[in-house]
């Protein structure tokens, strides 16, 4: 029984493992939406400077192309608001892991319970 109890317990300390890895990969990637968010905001308050007579160019490959400034600022809108989006998702995403997580968290400690009683009734027979 006790055999048997522990290889559970083993297949799903395994299981909490793969958890905890994607959190924290879920982390990394919302925590690269942040830096992207940050640098575009950099980047539409400079645009918010600029009145029609500045020339805004856009980089295309290793050619710097001349772009209407009206344009560059919607894009820039629609690229902030496609990365709050995603931050949105990700924090929903993180949730759901967390509390995945601590329900199996609150498996294994129950199953360790057992395994340990297990044991002790196996010390207890010999």
Known sequence: MAEALQ???KAEVDTFTLMQKDVSKSMSARQKLET??????????????LDTTNTVYKLIGPVL???????A????T?????????I???ETLLKDLEKKSDQHRELLSSLQQEYQKAQGLAVGKV
Request: aromatic fraction near 4%.
């Open 7 to 9: 290889k559970k317990l």
């Open 36 to 49: 992207q968010l940050a640098e575009n905001n950099i980047v539409k308050e400079e645009l918010d400077l």
């Open 65 to 71: 192309v001349k772009q209407d400034l009206e344009e």
């Open 73 to 76: 600022k919607a894009t820039v």
């Open 78 to 86: 629609k690229r902030l608001e496609y990365i709050n989006g995603e």
């Open 88 to 90: 949105q998702r990700y």
